[in-house]
Protein backbone atom coordinates (compact mmCIF):
# COMPACT_ATOMS: atom_id res chain seq x y z
CA UNK A 1 0.00 0.00 0.00
CA UNK A 2 1.58 3.16 -1.38
CA UNK A 3 -1.75 4.28 0.69
CA UNK A 4 -2.79 7.77 1.77
CA UNK A 5 -0.40 9.48 -0.84
CA UNK A 6 -2.60 10.89 -2.40
CA UNK A 7 -0.67 13.05 -5.30
CA UNK A 8 0.79 9.39 -5.98
CA UNK A 9 1.35 9.22 -9.88
CA UNK A 10 2.44 5.94 -12.10
CA UNK A 11 3.86 6.25 -15.41
CA UNK A 12 1.17 4.10 -16.97
CA UNK A 13 3.41 3.88 -20.39
CA UNK A 14 6.25 2.59 -18.81
CA UNK A 15 4.03 -0.17 -16.68
CA UNK A 16 2.34 -1.00 -19.96
CA UNK A 17 5.74 -1.38 -21.81
CA UNK A 18 7.09 -3.65 -19.12
CA UNK A 19 3.74 -5.48 -18.71
CA UNK A 20 3.75 -6.37 -23.08
CA UNK A 21 7.82 -7.19 -22.75
CA UNK A 22 6.80 -9.87 -19.85
CA UNK A 23 3.58 -11.28 -21.37
CA UNK A 24 5.48 -11.62 -24.95
CA UNK A 25 8.59 -13.41 -23.07
CA UNK A 26 5.97 -15.60 -21.28
CA UNK A 27 4.45 -16.74 -24.05
CA UNK A 28 7.74 -17.22 -26.31
CA UNK A 29 9.41 -19.35 -22.82
CA UNK A 30 6.08 -20.91 -22.11
CA UNK A 31 7.50 -24.20 -22.76
CA UNK A 32 10.34 -23.54 -21.00
CA UNK A 33 8.66 -23.03 -17.89
CA UNK A 34 6.64 -25.89 -18.37
CA UNK A 35 9.84 -27.76 -17.81
CA UNK A 36 11.40 -25.96 -15.20
CA UNK A 37 8.10 -26.77 -12.73
CA UNK A 38 9.30 -30.06 -12.49
CA UNK A 39 12.97 -29.17 -11.72
CA UNK A 40 12.39 -26.34 -9.25
CA UNK A 41 9.63 -26.70 -7.20
CA UNK A 42 8.59 -24.24 -4.99
CA UNK A 43 8.65 -25.49 -1.14
CA UNK A 44 6.00 -24.10 0.58
CA UNK A 45 6.77 -24.20 4.32
CA UNK A 46 4.32 -27.54 6.15
CA UNK A 47 3.07 -28.09 2.59
CA UNK A 48 6.53 -30.38 1.72
CA UNK A 49 4.46 -33.37 2.65
CA UNK A 50 2.42 -33.11 -0.80
CA UNK A 51 5.07 -34.29 -3.12
CA UNK A 52 3.04 -34.57 -5.96
CA UNK A 53 2.54 -30.92 -7.23
CA UNK A 54 4.86 -28.53 -9.91
CA UNK A 55 5.73 -24.92 -9.79
CA UNK A 56 4.84 -23.05 -13.17
CA UNK A 57 6.19 -19.52 -13.33
CA UNK A 58 5.50 -16.24 -14.72
CA UNK A 59 8.27 -14.32 -16.10
CA UNK A 60 11.10 -12.83 -14.14
CA UNK A 61 11.08 -9.02 -13.66
CA UNK A 62 14.33 -6.44 -13.14
CA UNK A 63 14.18 -5.41 -9.33
CA UNK A 64 17.43 -4.00 -7.61
CA UNK A 65 20.23 -5.68 -8.33
CA UNK A 66 18.53 -8.83 -9.10
CA UNK A 67 15.04 -10.77 -10.09
CA UNK A 68 11.26 -11.05 -9.38
CA UNK A 69 8.64 -13.70 -10.71
CA UNK A 70 5.60 -14.85 -9.84
CA UNK A 71 4.52 -18.76 -9.66
CA UNK A 72 2.12 -20.91 -8.81
CA UNK A 73 2.11 -24.43 -7.12
CA UNK A 74 -0.78 -27.13 -8.70
CA UNK A 75 -0.67 -30.72 -7.28
CA UNK A 76 -1.76 -33.82 -9.57
CA UNK A 77 -5.33 -33.43 -9.59
CA UNK A 78 -5.32 -29.76 -10.50
CA UNK A 79 -5.70 -28.22 -7.44
CA UNK A 80 -3.89 -24.76 -6.64
CA UNK A 81 -1.93 -25.01 -3.23
CA UNK A 82 -0.13 -21.47 -3.42
CA UNK A 83 1.17 -18.71 -5.27
CA UNK A 84 3.19 -15.90 -5.13
CA UNK A 85 6.46 -14.22 -5.68
CA UNK A 86 9.86 -15.62 -5.86
CA UNK A 87 12.73 -12.76 -4.98
CA UNK A 88 16.79 -12.87 -5.55
CA UNK A 89 18.64 -11.92 -2.69
CA UNK A 90 19.96 -9.40 -5.39
CA UNK A 91 16.74 -7.64 -5.67
CA UNK A 92 17.03 -6.57 -2.69
CA UNK A 93 19.49 -4.27 -3.46
CA UNK A 94 20.62 -0.97 -5.30
CA UNK A 95 16.54 -0.01 -4.97
CA UNK A 96 15.44 3.36 -5.69
CA UNK A 97 15.39 6.02 -2.88
CA UNK A 98 13.92 8.98 -2.49
CA UNK A 99 12.25 9.15 -6.41
CA UNK A 100 9.53 11.02 -7.22
CA UNK A 101 8.41 8.73 -10.31
CA UNK A 102 6.36 5.55 -8.61
CA UNK A 103 6.57 3.75 -11.37
CA UNK A 104 10.74 3.32 -10.58
CA UNK A 105 9.59 1.67 -7.37
CA UNK A 106 6.38 -0.61 -8.89
CA UNK A 107 6.93 -3.90 -10.12
CA UNK A 108 4.32 -5.67 -12.79
CA UNK A 109 4.23 -9.03 -11.93
CA UNK A 110 2.15 -11.53 -15.15
CA UNK A 111 1.53 -15.12 -13.72
CA UNK A 112 1.01 -18.13 -15.65
CA UNK A 113 -2.13 -18.30 -17.12
CA UNK A 114 -3.13 -21.45 -14.70
CA UNK A 115 -3.70 -18.83 -12.12
CA UNK A 116 -6.20 -16.92 -13.80
CA UNK A 117 -7.72 -20.25 -14.73
CA UNK A 118 -8.25 -21.42 -11.03
CA UNK A 119 -7.75 -18.44 -8.73
CA UNK A 120 -9.55 -15.13 -8.45
CA UNK A 121 -6.25 -13.27 -9.63
CA UNK A 122 -4.84 -11.51 -12.54
CA UNK A 123 -1.78 -10.36 -11.70
CA UNK A 124 0.18 -8.85 -8.81
CA UNK A 125 2.43 -6.07 -8.43
CA UNK A 126 5.22 -5.43 -5.90
CA UNK A 127 5.59 -1.86 -4.50
CA UNK A 128 8.62 -0.33 -2.56
CA UNK A 129 8.26 1.99 0.11
CA UNK A 130 11.83 3.25 1.06
CA UNK A 131 9.87 5.60 3.64
CA UNK A 132 7.36 3.26 4.08
CA UNK A 133 3.63 5.63 4.22
CA UNK A 134 1.32 6.72 6.57
CA UNK A 135 0.06 6.33 9.14
CA UNK A 136 3.37 8.03 11.13
CA UNK A 137 4.42 5.64 13.73
CA UNK A 138 3.25 2.62 12.04
CA UNK A 139 3.62 1.99 8.45
CA UNK A 140 6.44 4.51 8.15
CA UNK A 141 9.13 1.68 7.98
CA UNK A 142 10.53 0.27 5.14
CA UNK A 143 8.53 -2.34 3.39
CA UNK A 144 7.01 -4.01 0.22
CA UNK A 145 3.32 -4.25 -0.47
CA UNK A 146 2.59 -7.48 -2.40
CA UNK A 147 -0.83 -6.53 -4.78
CA UNK A 148 -2.90 -9.68 -5.77
CA UNK A 149 -5.23 -7.83 -8.21
CA UNK A 150 -8.52 -9.46 -9.34
CA UNK A 151 -8.99 -6.85 -12.10
CA UNK A 152 -6.60 -6.59 -15.30
CA UNK A 153 -3.93 -4.24 -15.62
CA UNK A 154 -6.23 -1.99 -17.63
CA UNK A 155 -8.73 -1.46 -15.33
CA UNK A 156 -6.09 -1.16 -12.70
CA UNK A 157 -4.11 1.66 -14.32
CA UNK A 158 -8.08 3.25 -15.53
CA UNK A 159 -8.40 4.22 -11.51
CA UNK A 160 -8.49 7.71 -11.19
CA UNK A 161 -7.12 9.69 -8.37
CA UNK A 162 -10.03 9.82 -5.32
CA UNK A 163 -10.97 13.52 -6.06
CA UNK A 164 -11.81 12.83 -9.81
CA UNK A 165 -14.24 10.10 -8.81
CA UNK A 166 -15.10 9.84 -5.48
CA UNK A 167 -18.49 8.41 -5.85
CA UNK A 168 -16.42 5.18 -7.52
CA UNK A 169 -14.54 4.58 -4.63
CA UNK A 170 -17.06 4.86 -1.93
CA UNK A 171 -19.27 2.81 -3.96
CA UNK A 172 -18.41 0.49 -1.21
CA UNK A 173 -19.03 -3.73 -1.72
CA UNK A 174 -21.54 -4.92 0.99
CA UNK A 175 -19.44 -5.49 4.26
CA UNK A 176 -20.33 -9.58 3.74
CA UNK A 177 -17.06 -9.31 0.86
CA UNK A 178 -14.95 -8.37 3.81
CA UNK A 179 -13.86 -9.58 7.25
CA UNK A 180 -14.94 -8.01 10.54
CA UNK A 181 -13.17 -5.43 12.04
CA UNK A 182 -11.23 -4.18 8.53
CA UNK A 183 -11.56 -0.24 8.52
CA UNK A 184 -11.53 2.16 5.64
CA UNK A 185 -8.21 4.04 4.95
CA UNK A 186 -9.72 7.80 3.73
CA UNK A 187 -9.96 8.55 0.19
CA UNK A 188 -8.49 6.37 -2.37
CA UNK A 189 -5.11 6.27 -4.16
CA UNK A 190 -4.85 6.09 -8.34
CA UNK A 191 -4.33 3.23 -10.27
CA UNK A 192 -5.10 1.15 -6.79
CA UNK A 193 -8.13 2.04 -4.78
CA UNK A 194 -9.57 2.01 -1.22
CA UNK A 195 -7.39 0.21 1.14
CA UNK A 196 -9.13 -1.82 4.69
CA UNK A 197 -6.41 -2.34 7.33
CA UNK A 198 -6.68 -4.99 10.11
CA UNK A 199 -7.45 -3.50 13.06
CA UNK A 200 -6.40 -6.71 14.93
CA UNK A 201 -3.06 -6.96 13.41
CA UNK A 202 -0.70 -6.30 15.91
CA UNK A 203 1.10 -2.95 14.81
CA UNK A 204 -2.39 -1.88 16.43
CA UNK A 205 -2.04 -2.58 19.62
CA UNK A 206 1.48 -1.53 20.51
CA UNK A 207 3.97 -3.96 18.55
CA UNK A 208 6.28 -2.96 15.91
CA UNK A 209 4.81 -3.59 12.48
CA UNK A 210 6.47 -6.25 10.43
CA UNK A 211 3.94 -7.71 8.11
CA UNK A 212 -0.09 -7.56 7.88
CA UNK A 213 -2.61 -8.25 5.38
CA UNK A 214 -5.14 -5.73 3.74
CA UNK A 215 -7.92 -5.99 0.98
CA UNK A 216 -8.29 -3.61 -1.25
CA UNK A 217 -12.04 -2.35 -2.89
CA UNK A 218 -13.30 0.13 -5.65
CA UNK A 219 -16.92 0.85 -7.52
CA UNK A 220 -18.41 -1.66 -5.11
CA UNK A 221 -16.23 -4.93 -5.56
CA UNK A 222 -13.16 -6.37 -3.97
CA UNK A 223 -10.52 -6.00 -6.62
CA UNK A 224 -6.82 -6.97 -4.67
CA UNK A 225 -5.78 -8.35 -1.45
CA UNK A 226 -2.33 -6.85 0.06
CA UNK A 227 0.57 -8.81 2.78
CA UNK A 228 2.86 -6.27 3.54
CA UNK A 229 6.16 -7.06 4.68
CA UNK A 230 8.73 -4.95 6.10
CA UNK A 231 12.52 -4.98 4.02
CA UNK A 232 13.87 -6.21 7.83
CA UNK A 233 11.66 -9.03 7.98
CA UNK A 234 12.85 -10.45 4.10
CA UNK A 235 16.72 -9.69 4.82
CA UNK A 236 16.34 -11.63 7.90
CA UNK A 237 14.91 -14.78 6.70
CA UNK A 238 12.11 -14.94 9.30
CA UNK A 239 9.24 -17.79 8.64
CA UNK A 240 5.81 -15.72 8.80
CA UNK A 241 2.59 -18.00 8.58
CA UNK A 242 0.01 -15.85 9.42
CA UNK A 243 -3.74 -16.75 8.87
CA UNK A 244 -5.73 -14.38 6.32
CA UNK A 245 -8.97 -13.48 7.74
CA UNK A 246 -11.96 -14.22 5.72
CA UNK A 247 -15.15 -12.70 4.90
CA UNK A 248 -18.61 -14.13 4.70
CA UNK A 249 -19.18 -14.07 0.71
CA UNK A 250 -16.54 -14.03 -2.46
CA UNK A 251 -16.65 -12.81 -5.69
CA UNK A 252 -15.71 -14.64 -7.84
CA UNK A 253 -17.48 -17.35 -7.45
CA UNK A 254 -16.06 -21.01 -7.72
CA UNK A 255 -12.41 -19.41 -7.48
CA UNK A 256 -10.16 -20.92 -4.89
CA UNK A 257 -8.81 -18.29 -2.14
CA UNK A 258 -6.17 -18.48 0.40
CA UNK A 259 -6.33 -18.47 3.93
CA UNK A 260 -3.19 -17.65 4.94
CA UNK A 261 0.03 -15.85 3.91
CA UNK A 262 3.67 -17.14 4.39
CA UNK A 263 6.76 -15.77 4.02
CA UNK A 264 10.76 -17.28 4.21
CA UNK A 265 13.73 -17.63 2.94
CA UNK A 266 15.21 -21.07 1.05
CA UNK A 267 18.47 -20.87 2.18
CA UNK A 268 19.75 -23.45 -0.47
CA UNK A 269 19.18 -20.96 -3.22
CA UNK A 270 19.22 -17.89 -1.34
CA UNK A 271 16.18 -16.89 -2.88
CA UNK A 272 13.06 -15.14 -0.79
CA UNK A 273 9.54 -15.81 -1.29
CA UNK A 274 6.12 -14.53 -0.40
CA UNK A 275 2.39 -17.04 -0.56
CA UNK A 276 -0.41 -17.08 -0.72
CA UNK A 277 -1.66 -20.48 0.55
CA UNK A 278 -3.79 -23.26 1.64
CA UNK A 279 -6.27 -22.50 -0.60
CA UNK A 280 -9.70 -23.28 -0.87
CA UNK A 281 -12.43 -23.54 -3.38
CA UNK A 282 -15.10 -21.18 -3.25
Not at 25 to 53: F, I
Not at 79 to 96: M, R
Not at 117 to 137: R, S
Request: proline share 7%; charged share 20%; aromatic share 12%.
Amino acid sequence: MKSLRFNFIKLNLVLATCLYSCTKENAENGSKNMSLSSEQKVEVPDMQSDARYNTFYGPAVQMGNGHIRSWININHNGQPLAIGAEITDGALSNLPHDVESFSEVSFILPFHQKVKQLTAYDHMEIDWNDHGHEPPGIYDLPHFDFHFYMITVQEQMAIPPYEVAPALFDNLPSQEYLPALYFRGPGGVPQMGVHWVDLLSPEFSGQTFTSTFLYGTYDGRVTFHEPMVTMAVIQSGEKIEKEIRQPELYSPANRYYPTRYSVWKDNRTGKHYLSLDHMILR
